[in-house]
Structures are given as structure tokens and as C-alpha cells.
């Protein structure tokens, strides 16, 4: 029998800029802070600064076999439908330390 997790959970996120406002940034990490309240309001949610390619990484810490990706974009007023696109790579360290995203599956 197989057990689901949340593989992301707790785990160090990096994105290419932090969207900050009255003096809060909205850091990669609160995507992965298990709270999973999807109202920017509520101040856990990430959100990059204004980006003409933003990319946000979460690195799970090993490799795993994984069977879906859940994604939920933050609600903001009547904005809730936002296009993701997903990427899954697959490689060794962190995009935080390396500056930017590690090379693509």
C-alpha cells in the first residue's frame, strides 16, 4: 500500500524575487509552510516581484518517484485562475545557491 505525502512541505523554496509590500516580503518559502490557505490576504502565499519569467523551485531533498504535482495559485479579490506552468527537473544542490534554475529532465 502506498502512502501520499506532501513532499515539499517544510522544504527550502527559492524564486527569482520577492514581491514586497508595506515592508513584507512574500518569500518562496511560505509555498511550502503547510498552511494551505490560498488568500494572499491571509499572508501565506508566495509571490514574486513583477517578473517578465518568473519561476519559483521547491528542493524536496532527495530523489522520489512522483506520481502527481499539486499546485494552487493564491486568490487575490475575484483573481484566482492564474496559468501555471510546471517543469519538473531533476538534479543535485539548490537553485538558491546556484542563482538560478538547476538543468531540465
Known amino acids: 500500500m502506498s502512502t501520499l505525502c ?3 512541505a517544510k522544504k527550502p523554496a527559492y524564486q527569482i524575487s520577492d ?3 508595506n515592508g513584507i516580503p512574500y518569500r518562496a518559502a511560505l509555498a511550502t509552510d503547510g498552511i494551505d490557505i490560498s488568500d494572499f490576504m491571509a499572508g501565506s502565499c508566495s509571490m514574486t ?3 517578465t519569467s518568473p519561476w519559483w523551485v521547491v528542493d524536496i531533498g532527495a530523489a522520489m518517484n512522483v506520481n502527481f504535482v499539486v499546485l494552487t495559485t493564491r486568490k487575490y479579490g475575484r483573481q484566482s485562475h492564474r496559468p501555471i506552468a510546471v517543469v519538473i527537473f531533476k538534479g543535485v544542490g539548490t537553485a538558491g545557491a546556484r542563482g538560478g534554475l538547476p538543468p531540465q529532465c
Do not use: K
Request: glycine fraction near 12%; proline fraction near 0%.
Open 6 to 8: 506532501n513532499a515539499a
Open 49 to 51: 516581484g513583477y517578473e
Open 19 to 21: 514581491f514586497v509590500t
